[in-house]
């Protein structure tokens, strides 16, 4: 293996690996490590995790793809998800996509040139009540307005 | 007022940690039932109490346990439903927020009951910080004796393990839980054999949902019968109902089963906005049919609004006010569905992509002639013709909307 996980990864793999009775089980537990280390999981990543779980690489390829919280290319440093499910458009997701666009040129499906932003429209993320609501990386921002988003990405540079 | 034994010591500052729980008297229904009742003995107990599962196909927990084959040598597993993608739904979250240790005990219940040694929690990938909650929890518990090589000192023994799922609804089905927690694609097996018998790894295994497994230490702590007289008959206790949409208090409610619909929506969550009138109300889950503003007068049990001609599945209501177009609704709904059908039977993955491009060509202005017909033909080929309920899960929900506000649609 030309790009071999380092060691620090490959230790914490060995550990997942002991969670299950085979080593097919800890695949999506070890792309969610790897994608963690490496924003994303690319070629040589799925060849290194079917070694590591005893697959064909195309079978972590099928895996990869069917799952939408995987990405096989780089994002932008900030991965925002903001869900347009039903209740949070009741409660306005539209306007926040609408002022993702006009103040910062965020596009749904888009990564922005200076590799800042990465925006994605999401289903569902159980915060209903909350709506409209975005992940920002692993943290859920609820009740959004246009002056909270405003506050919400100047933190994140 | 009302008994919450779910929610009524939770802390709205946040989780408690082991330390508080047992303070309030955590685990002490789990130290009772491992010391002095047999499992057999705690698996009667919820039997008894007609303890529906609260994750949406409402199976009653007791009698899902009782399927599993007594003379398999095991192991048997416990899979716990966390996956949480109903849209609608958020009372599974508010649990892991508010008090893990809760799901723990009600966790060591249940495997103490069927002979559990290892459970895995099958968490949504989107629930990063609940599954970082959670694994705290499991530590401060294992670290404790509360769970690991002998639960609460009693010499019986139990693993969990937090396995975080990618980001597709349909693991929250039962059976792609399984493929998926074994690192397959989530696509849904075919039944039977039922997971009781085959299930995780290929052995007998329960599913319950994190509510399900929250309600037991209540159960084991006050009994069947108290937790039967929260209810209705065959149907006990409390729900958690998640409320969004048009209402001025959005949020989760614990409430007795059998609760009025319309309590839910105009006293417990506040009504509609002043000037607003009530348009239409989805009551458990996008799943369900909408029901109109005449036929919000019944009961959120199973079998009420079941007879009312929809379910009341995860007890996601979502509220739709007049200042909603059922334009936008329907858009949602046929989106949701096109985006996470598994592919794996036509009906469903052709049907729901057509019904989302008709949808779509609608908005544009391109709408034909007898459109609505068409996405009705099409909803009625999925329902019953796929392997697992997602078929019916969009059809029921397009076919009610179609049919209850077709004037608007038209329009």
């Known amino acids: ?157 | 007022m009302a008994e919450r034994p779910l929610t009524s010591t939770f802390d709205p500052a946040g989780p408690r940690s082991l330390e508080a729980y047992v303070r309030g008297g955590g685990y002490a229904a789990a130290r009772r039932a491992l010391a002095e009742m047999t499992p057999a003995a705690v698996a009667g107990e919820v039997k008894a109490a007609e303890l529906r599962g609260r994750g949406g196909a409402g199976f009653p927990a007791g009698v899902k346990w009782s399927f599993i084959p007594r003379t398999d040598p095991g192991p048997f597993y416990l899979c716990v439903n966390a996956d949480e993608g109903e849209p609608g739904t958020f009372k599974d979250r508010h649990i892991l927020a508010h008090d893990p240790h809760l799901l723990l005990e009600g966790i060591i219940l249940c495997a103490y009951a069927v002979g559990v040694h290892t459970a895995y929690i099958y968490i949504r990938g989107e629930y990063e910080e609940p599954a970082r909650r959670l694994e705290k929890a499991i530590a401060e518990a294992a670290g404790a004796g509360v769970l690991g090589a002998s639960v609460l000192g009693s010499g019986f023994s139990l693993d969990v393990i937090v396995h975080r799922g990618a980001g597709a609804y349909i693991c929250g089905e039962e059976t792609a839980l399984l493929e998926s927690l074994e690192g397959f694609r989530g696509q849904p097996r075919l039944k039977p054999p039922f997971p009781a018998a085959v299930g995780l790894f290929g052995k007998p295994t329960v599913i319950n949902n994190v509510e399900t497994l929250a309600h037991l230490p209540a159960v084991i702590r006050n009994g069947a019968s108290w937790f039967l007289g929260l209810g209705k008959p065959k149907d006990g206790g409390t729900r958690l109902v998640s409320v969004s949409g048009s209402v001025v208090r959005p949020g989760v409610y614990e409430l007795p089963v059998g609760t009025p619909l319309r309590d839910v929506v105009f006293v417990h969550a506040g009504g509609l906005a002043p000037g607003r009138t009530l348009k239409a109300v989805i009551p458990g889950g996008m799943s369900s049919a909408v029901l109109g503003p005449g036929e919000i007068d019944v009961p959120m049990d199973s079998a009420s609004l079941a007879a009312a001609g929809s379910m009341i599945g995860s007890a996601g209501v979502i509220v739709i006010d007049d200042a909603v177009s059922m334009k936008t609704v329907l858009d949602r709904i046929s989106r949701f569905y096109a985006h996470e059908s598994c592919g794996q039977c036509t009906p469903c993955r052709v049907g729901t992509s057509w019904i989302r491009r008709i949808v779509l060509r609608r908005g544009a202005g391109e709408g034909r002639a007898g459109d609505l017909d068409r996405i009705v033909r099409l909803a009625g080929a999925m329902k019953g013709r796929t392997l697992c309920p997602f078929g019916d899960a969009a059809a029921v929900p397009i076919l009610a909307l179609v049919t209850k506000f077709r004037a608007e649609l038209e329009q």
């Open chain 1, 1 to 157: 293996m030309t790009n071999a996980f380092p060691s620090g990864l490959r230790t914490r793999i060995e550990a997942i690996l002991a969670r299950y009775p085979n080593r097919r089980a800890a695949l999506l537990p070890v792309l969610h490590l790897v994608q963690r280390e490496r924003g994303f999981i690319g070629p040589e990543d799925e060849a290194e995790a079917a070694v590591l779980c005893g697959l064909r690489p195309v079978e972590v390829r099928e895996v990869l793809t069917f799952y939408t919280m995987f990405r096989r290319e780089p994002a932008g440093r900030h991965l925002l998800r903001v869900c347009t499910n039903l209740s949070c458009s009741i409660r306005g997701s539209a306007g926040i996509l609408d002022h993702l666009r006009r103040a910062f040129g965020l596009q749904p499906g888009r990564t922005t040139p200076d590799g800042r932003f990465t925006l994605v429209e999401v289903e569902c993320l159980g915060a209903c009540d909350k709506g409209p609501c975005l992940l920002a990386g692993d943290t859920l921002h609820e009740n959004l307005t246009p002056a909270a988003l405003d506050a919400i990405l100047r933190e994140l540079e």
